[in-house]
């Protein structure tokens, strides 16, 4: 459920945040939480390897934060 996003986000949350960790269904879960509270993804994904599993960034921003 997507809400309408506020001036600031929710629960002391961060207006940027770059969220990482291992391309799982725990990452993809934390970003699928975020957008659902209001978040909205900011620029592409980013990915790595580090020998043994790819690890991938996303930034995400409150839309009250972001001047367009």
């Known amino acids: ?3 309408t996003p506020d001036a600031k986000p929710p629960n002391d949350g961060l207006p940027y945040r770059l969220i990482t960790g291992k391309d799982d269904a725990h990452f993809c879960r934390r970003i699928s939480e975020a957008l659902a509270q209001g978040y ?3 620029g592409s994904p ?3 390897f580090n020998g043994t599993n790819v690890i ?3 930034a995400i921003v409150w839309p009250a934060a ?3």
């Open 40 to 42: 909205k993804l900011y």
């Open 56 to 58: 991938v960034a996303q």
């Open 1 to 3: 459920m997507t809400t």
């Open 46 to 48: 980013s990915c790595t």
């Open 66 to 68: 972001v001047k367009e």
